[in-house]
């Protein structure tokens, strides 16, 4: 048999300690209210077919309890983490209980060990807790004891916190701040010379066929010379997101990201093209159009019918390169390029269609969320491909990252982690 799934083993071994006289379809009506808190979509249909579901199946055995109620509040991938992390704190697990009420506490770095919540956990404790943040109980000094006394005069607003928080560790209402914030973010470009030319009287570049011209209007007579300078113009940003399961949280936050530089006027960008993949090729270029943001996304989920499957990579940019790459491409646009780079194809296509979309685009840019671990080494096969061929290597798990970005798109020969990285290869 292959491995068991992660919620599996969360459920494992967890205590299952009833009342004597359990109140069972209340507190399944305060466990249903902790998950819709948490963002799984919870109704009133729900709660009463998991009452029902468990007085059939009993409660006796906690194997079947919990996948009685996993059966009626679960249906897409990504809610089971967090069913399992809720099911765990809700049905008396005292010790998950306490590291999660630790773990909301503020704490001294160096004092206490530090430890990063695994997916999932701080929307679980919050969902739980509320916003009702756990009081810390002043502690009782001796009579010879040693007052100390910490200056928080420099520490990070909570803003500033966010802003290098990663995404997939949010809970629900820093999400909704954080999609707050990459509103107001700008992608500034710096237009480029073409290689068409404009008149200008102190410019450098002489205007042949124009001085040509108006020497015939005066009879074959040069009075002057034209002069002319090139003309500047704006490149288009083409965006390929990967939706795949493991991309789902970034990929929306980047989408909101996006959204916000499609419409911000003056940014610089002559147009915006965007496009997700995952077994198959969308293009969503129309819907981020919409003004309001959550319209917008939500057409282009609609469309977009691959939403956190599989990834073809190659499949994907092969699509790309043979259907959409003169179209968008032909100005020699500045792609970017968001997805973990995990793909099980063959590597030479992908390095095929990894090379056709580098000599296609001005500037390929990679923002890879795992590059977010200092210990990412470039081992999988699709990292080793792809790697070489792009001309900047950033990561893309948070606001910070994505304001860096700015960086690399205004200097060409900003690289990010590329020549650390290729180096390991």
């Known amino acids: 048999m292959g491995?068991?799934?992660?919620?599996?083993?969360?459920?494992?071994?967890?205590?299952?300690?009833?009342?004597?006289?359990p109140r069972l379809a209340q507190n399944i009506i305060h466990f249903a209210r902790a998950l819709r808190r948490a963002g799984l979509p919870v109704g009133?249909?729900?709660?009463?077919?998991?009452?029902?579901?468990?007085?059939?199946?009993?409660f006796t055995d906690r194997m079947d309890f919990y996948w009685a109620l996993h059966a009626c509040f679960v249906n897409r991938p990504e809610h089971r983490v967090i069913f399992a992390q809720i099911f765990r704190l809700y049905w008396r697990d005292p010790r998950y209980l306490e590291h999660m009420m630790?773990?909301?506490?503020?704490?001294?770095?160096?004092?206490?060990?530090?430890?990063?919540?695994?997916?999932?956990?701080?929307?679980?404790?919050?969902?739980?807790?509320?916003?009702?943040?756990?009081?810390?109980?002043?502690?009782?000094?001796?009579?010879?004891?040693?007052?100390v006394e910490v200056d928080a005069s420099m520490t990070i607003s909570h803003e500033e916190r966010l802003?290098?928080?990663?995404?997939?560790?949010?809970?629900?209402?820093?999400?909704?701040?954080?999609?707050?914030?990459?509103?107001?973010?700008?992608?500034?470009?710096?237009p480029f010379a073409s290689r068409r030319s404009v008149a200008a009287p102190a410019g450098k570049r002489t205007d042949y066929r124009k001085?040509?011209?108006?020497?015939?209007?005066?009879?074959?007579?040069?009075?002057?010379?034209?002069?002319?300078?090139?003309?500047?113009?704006?490149?288009?940003?083409?965006?390929?997101c990967d939706i795949s399961g493991s991309m789902s949280q970034y990929s929306r936050m980047v989408l909101h990201f996006l959204h916000a530089v499609a419409n911000e006027?003056?940014?610089?960008?002559?147009?915006?093209?965007?496009f997700t993949f995952g077994t198959q090729l969308t293009n969503i270029t129309r819907h981020l159009a919409t003004r309001d943001v959550d319209a917008a996304l939500k057409a282009a989920g609609a469309e977009a019918q691959d939403w956190e499957g599989g990834t073809r990579i190659g499949d994907s940019l092969h699509a790309f390169n043979r259907d959409w790459s003169r179209r968008v491409m032909g100005?020699?646009?500045?792609?970017?390029?968001?997805?973990?780079?995990?793909?099980?194809?063959?590597?030479?296509?992908?390095?095929?269609?990894?090379?056709?979309?580098?000599?296609?685009?001005?500037?390929?840019?990679?923002?890879?969320?795992l590059l977010r671990w200092d210990e990412f080494a470039p081992k999988a096969s699709g990292i080793r491909t792809m790697l070489p061929l792009v001309d900047s290597f950033r990561a893309g798990h948070s606001i910070q990252s994505l304001?860096?970005?700015?960086?690399?798109?205004?200097?060409?020969?900003?690289?990010?982690?590329?020549?650390r990285l290729m180096a390991m290869l």
């Open 3 to 21: 491995a068991a799934p992660p919620c599996w083993v969360m459920a494992e071994y967890i205590p299952l300690e009833l009342p004597d006289n």
């Open 44 to 58: 009133p249909g729900r709660v009463i077919d998991a009452i029902r579901a468990v007085e059939a199946a009993g």
């Open 102 to 147: 630790s773990m909301m506490l503020p704490a001294i770095r160096g004092v206490q060990e530090e430890k990063l919540a695994q997916s999932g956990e701080k929307r679980a404790a919050q969902a739980l807790l509320g916003d009702e943040m756990p009081e810390v109980p002043e502690a009782e000094q001796e009579e010879e004891g040693t007052q």
């Open 163 to 190: 802003k290098t928080l990663d995404f997939e560790q949010m809970s629900t209402e820093e999400v909704a701040q954080a999609k707050r914030m990459l509103a107001r973010l700008t992608l500034p470009v710096k």
């Open 211 to 240: 001085t040509m011209r108006n020497a015939l209007r005066q009879g074959g007579e040069f009075h002057d010379i034209a002069r002319a300078k090139p003309r500047l113009r704006w490149p288009n940003l083409v965006v390929l």
């Open 265 to 274: 006027k003056g940014a610089g960008w002559a147009k915006v093209h965007a």
């Open 331 to 369: 100005q020699g646009a500045v792609v970017l390029l968001i997805t973990d780079g995990l793909d099980r194809g063959e590597p030479a296509a992908l390095a095929h269609e990894m090379q056709r979309l580098q000599l296609s685009s001005r500037r390929l840019i990679w923002l890879n969320p």
């Open 403 to 419: 304001e860096d970005l700015a960086l690399a798109i205004s200097r060409p020969d900003d690289a990010g982690e590329k020549a």
